[in-house]
């Protein structure tokens, strides 16, 4: 509606102005203005239905909660009219015992927050929160690569250069399965990554050159490895002084059938065999960590190590 007298006839009740008020200082929910004006919730929604249908006001549902805000897209004039308004009232007692309120209920709903956060502290990464999951956020941190060259050791299909070469500078995929190779290249066509290439190759000979790359990569491709101690050699040897090496891997278990069901040449390994092969193959700054444990048999636990070259 938006008419100027028509909003003259408006403000002339204080309810509303002091609704108007509080709006434009926050958005607030019915029961939030309830609580600050200490009024009845049909008496308020009465006094909100009008202003929204003058579009003074707009809402927005959350769940079972509506909030209502200022609209900020009003005629100049119409801008002008509710500054002029305020400014006349502002000093009113009313209005700044509606303020004083209005501060204890955002206090409150911090607190509220707050309140929630403190009784999952400590707790907060292993219970269940509405749209966490590490899909997500393993999207989130591939936001975060920087414009560096990438080379994937064992790559497969290649899920994870998929999603590295969307901010990566170049990643290379090796793999030893010519299918894996063709699979992978006509996904990166498909996806139109110019910067993604997939090469056949064996992690014991990778069919590239020395120190070309700032990071290299084994997602639970190293078990796969004939010998694992020349893989990561290989690794080191394509790496620029400074570049670093992240491997995910099984820890080391007894679950035989692992070899049939996987292909799988090694059942996993102990932290101090892979720390030693690491350093063995060259590498400094080397840190291994227990990253997932599965809860159903044969609980396989997920090793996640880190390594740089520095010479």
């Known amino acids: 509606m938006e008419d100027s007298w028509e909003i003259l006839k408006l403000l002339a009740d204080n309810t509303r102005v002091r609704l108007l008020g509080l709006l434009d200082l ?3 929910s019915v029961a939030e203005l309830q609580e600050v004006l200490a009024m009845g919730q049909s008496r308020i ?14 809402d927005r549902r959350e769940g079972k909660r509506t909030f209502y805000t200022l609209n900020q897209d009003l005629s100049l004039a119409n801008q002008q009219l509710l500054r002029a308004t305020f400014n006349a009232l502002k000093e009113s007692s009313q209005l700044k015992e509606d303020r004083i309120h209005l501060k204890r209920v955002l206090e409150k709903r ?16 292993k219970q269940y929160c509405p749209g966490r999951s590490w899909e997500a956020i393993g999207h989130f941190l591939f936001h975060l690569v920087p414009e560096i060259s990438i080379v994937d050791l064992g790559a497969g299909e290649g899920v ?3 999603l590295l070469a969307r901010r990566a500078k170049s990643v290379v995929c090796i793999d030893n399965a010519q299918k894996m190779v ?19 190759g064996e992690l014991e000979a990778v069919p590239l050159t020395d120190k070309s790359f700032d990071l290299a990569l084994m997602s639970q491709a190293l078990h796969h490895a004939k010998q694992p101690l020349v893989a990561l050699k290989e690794a080191y040897r394509i790496l620029k002084p400074g570049g670093r090496l992240i491997i995910i891997d099984l820890l080391e278990h007894q679950f035989e059938q692992a070899r049939e069901l996987y292909a799988d040449i090694w059942l996993g390994f102990s932290e101090n065999k892979l720390y030693q092969m690491l350093q063995d ?11 997932a444990s599965e809860q159903q048999a044969p609980h396989f636990k997920t090793i996640l190590a880190s390594a740089t070259r520095t010479g």
């Open 26 to 28: 926050e958005e607030l």
């Open 45 to 58: 929604s009465s006094h909100l239905s009008l202003l929204r249908q003058a579009d003074l006001v707009m």
């Open 110 to 125: 911090m607190r509220l927050s707050e309140q929630y956060f403190n009784t999952v502290a400590g707790r907060l990464g």
């Open 160 to 162: 994870l250069s998929q």
């Open 182 to 200: 063709d699979f992978g290249s006509e996904l990166a066509q498909k996806n139109g990554f110019s910067n993604l290439h997939y090469q056949l």
């Open 281 to 291: 193959a060259g590498f400094k700054k080397i840190e291994l960590n227990i990253v």
